[in-house]
């Protein structure tokens, strides 16, 4: 408990301090990275680049590539095997509630005008609904009716989680919202309910994913991924990391992507550093189950976000510098790769929350 906490004062306090150091040495108001509701755009737009498009895409492949091709080898010879179960009656509920807050999210109906931006919620709360009878369904059990109170303080937790990214993008301005005019404690409210629902979502989705034995034989059996002076390597991405924070703000076109990975890098040094297991080290026996599984929970997940995202009245807008073209809804076709290290970076904060007591026989229980 002592080392966890002494992560969460180190990690919190390098996110919330380091990206507003560095603006406030460079001579900039605060106050502009602190307006709220955040409205004014400071952050100038950058064209297309070719080049950029090609360089990200191929590191984006280099690593997808060799990890799918061994995916489909392992899977082909262990065909998944069906369980059959009943959809329980609350699924059934949640099929409902999606259906309908799916239509009165993309329809303008007049009387339904005042409660049009609040639709995200309800849409996802019916998205963790189902995703959850649909694992009761295939392995008889589920998080919401079998860990009820871990699966309740997801959702704080989760709000917290996500501010946290928000204010990272003060500083990038990568996504900013559209919609109906709120005060700063309306905002405030509204948002934190929505954030809400991204930790439950994934982790439901995760759940579910690993109810099928098939998914665990896929990402199996992958070449060991061990790491030297692995102390000395974590102190150097913990630095790394750190200036990369620091320079976020004066450089937001080409470090906008440290928004996703300082959180995770920052909080893996720091367990190596204090001799910890953490989120990779199964990797290093061929086990890539955790990291993978997180990595395909999130991006499930983020088709979602950002479909049903499209057609909203309250709704988000990207900027991604150099590579904003070829969008499937909102997000530009390379953005969705920022959802793989995102998932994992859920999966990190799972594991903290994650009761000691769950058994390995339960596919959260990987931790």
């Not at 380091?18 to 100038?44: H, Q």
């Not at 609350?90 to 009165?104: A, I, M, Q, R």
């Not at 920052?266 to 026996?285: C, D, R, T, Y």
């Not at 995202?309 to 997000?331: D, G, T």
Request: aromatic letters at 20%; hydrophobic letters at 55%; one cysteine or more.
């Amino acid at each position: 408990m002592k080392k966890t906490l002494i992560k969460v004062i180190v990690l919190v306090t390098m996110l919330l301090s380091l990206p507003m150091a560095g603006i406030l040495l460079a001579g900039r108001p605060a106050s502009l990275y602190l307006e709220f509701p955040p409205k004014t755009i400071y952050v100038g737009e950058t064209p297309f680049s070719w080049p950029a498009f090609a360089a990200y895409s191929l590191f984006i492949l280099t690593f997808l590539v060799p990890v799918l091709a061994h995916a489909v080898r392992r899977g082909s010879a262990c065909p998944d095997k069906t369980i059959s179960g009943f959809f329980p009656w609350w699924g059934w509920l949640g099929v409902f509630l999606g259906g309908s807050s799916w239509v009165l999210a993309w329809t303008r109906f007049p009387w339904f005008e005042p409660f049009q931006p609040h639709t995200f919620t309800p849409l996802w709360v019916a998205y963790i609904i189902v995703v959850n009878a649909l694992t009761y369904r295939r392995a008889g059990r589920c998080l919401l009716r079998d860990e009820p109170l871990f699966f309740l303080l997801l959702f704080p937790v989760s709000a917290a989680f996500w501010w946290f990214f928000e204010y990272l993008n003060r500083f990038v301005q990568n996504w900013y919202y559209v919609g109906p005019e709120f005060s700063a404690l309306e905002y405030f409210l509204y948002a934190t309910l929505s954030f809400s629902t991204v930790l439950p979502a994934f982790a439901s989705t995760r759940d579910w994913l690993l109810s099928f034995p098939n998914i665990e034989k896929r990402f199996q059996g992958f070449p060991s991924a061990q790491v030297r002076r692995q102390r000395s390597v974590a102190a150097f991405v913990l630095i790394a990391a750190g200036t990369g924070l620091f320079l976020l703000g004066l450089l937001p076109h080409h470090l906008f992507a440290l928004l996703w990975m300082s959180p995770l890098l920052v909080w893996v040094s720091l367990q190596v550093l204090l001799k910890e297991a953490h989120i990779f080290s199964a990797m290093g026996h061929g086990d890539w189950r955790l990291v993978l599984t997180s990595a395909l929970a999130a991006l499930m997940c983020g088709f979602f976000w950002e479909m049903w995202n499209y057609w909203s009245l309250a709704k988000w807008i990207y900027r991604v510098p150099f590579v904003h073209r070829f969008q499937v809804f909102e997000m530009p076709l390379l953005g969705y790769a920022g959802y793989l290290p995102f998932g994992v970076e859920c999966a990190v904060i799972v594991s903290v929350l994650l009761p000691s007591h769950r058994s390995r026989k339960q596919p959260l229980g990987l931790f």
